[in-house]
């Protein structure tokens, strides 16, 4: 006879940017006991809401999302961060009966979470402003060779335009004595949830890639450039933060310093907008034991509640 599993339960609801995560999720909250936990790298930062896609204020109200605005720009967020938050997050929504519904399209997190994480040195200010400091006077290609000397391994899977991992591998380096990829593999804490993943996943990307250009254009409307801008005047913030490294910041801010003009900002910040959406989505066909949903099927929401269903009622 077989054990029943105790664990609570979590679902992921997870897929590429503008596929209607956030609609289904306030959908699926309709209808089920389900607490909102947000999943995504950018909507961690304060102040970033129109370009980051940000649910609006009365989405929030009727459907608050955990980890929304938690962090002011400045601030570095990690993924072992995001993983202690949602943890606790999602246990303070068992307490009080609630499923905790993870949503969001940063593969990292829902990694991290899912997966735990190698117990790596933490982050140190200053070593990571003497990296930034060589990177500014040197290039990061330079440093990028210098970690392929120190880690080759680490440096086949990092790419040398990818100064975030770069400088977090030397970091580990530094700190520990070791090299990054001979830590990957110590043990790992796998989350305590019996969890249901469903994974939006167009089948044609020729609907997400119009979405993804009328979503821009629509933030444009809103004042996007604006709110950029308001981000510049802070004086405290530069454009290599983790923040605005954000796809469609990153673009705003070399717009903003003149190195494009409008037409070619808004070309390279849908374009950049489609990368990450392939990114993200050749990230979930490697899921395998998501169910799939096409967002632009029709029947996709139904499918969902299906599935919910049987997950809250076995």
Do not use: N
């Amino acid at each position: 006879m077989s054990v029943p599993d105790r664990r609570p339960r979590a679902v992921f609801l997870m897929g590429p940017t503008a596929a209607g995560k956030t609609a289904l999720a306030c959908a699926l909250a309709e209808r089920y006991p389900l607490g909102l936990i947000s999943v995504d790298s950018a909507l961690v930062y304060r102040g970033l809401d129109i370009g980051s896609a940000k649910p609006d204020a009365a989405t929030l109200a009727r459907h608050p999302h955990a980890l929304i605005d938690i962090r002011d720009p400045a601030e570095p967020y990690s993924a072992a961060e995001f993983r202690a938050d949602a943890l606790a997050a999602m246990r303070r929504l068992v307490e009080v009966g609630r499923t905790p519904l993870l949503v969001g399209g940063t593969g990292l997190y829902f990694r991290a979470l899912e997966r735990g994480l190698s117990a790596l040195p933490g982050a140190d200010p200053g070593l990571r402003a003497r990296l930034a400091a060589e990177a500014a006077g040197q290039g990061w290609a330079v440093l990028h060779a210098r970690l392929a000397r120190l880690d080759p391994l680490a440096a086949a899977r990092i790419r040398a335009s990818d100064p975030q991992r770069i400088q977090r591998a030397l970091e580990v380096i530094e700190l520990s004595g070791r090299p990054l990829s001979a830590q990957l593999d110590a043990a790992r804490m796998r989350l305590p949830y019996r969890v249901l993943k469903l994974a939006l996943i167009p089948v044609d990307r020729t609907p997400l890639h119009a979405r993804i250009a009328t979503r821009f254009d629509a933030m444009l409307a809103a004042g996007f450039l604006d709110e950029v801008r308001g981000l510049r005047e802070r004086g405290d913030l530069q454009r290599d933060l983790p923040a605005l490294r954000a796809v469609g910041y990153r673009q705003a801010w070399a717009h903003l310093d003149g190195c494009t003009d409008a037409a070619g900002f808004r070309s390279q910040a849908i374009a950049a907008t489609r990368q990450l959406a392939k990114r993200q989505i050749t990230w979930l066909r490697g899921e395998l034991d998501a169910r799939v949903l096409d967002p632009e099927d029709g029947g996709g929401a139904c499918r969902a509640l299906r599935a919910l269903d049987d997950f809250l009622t076995d």
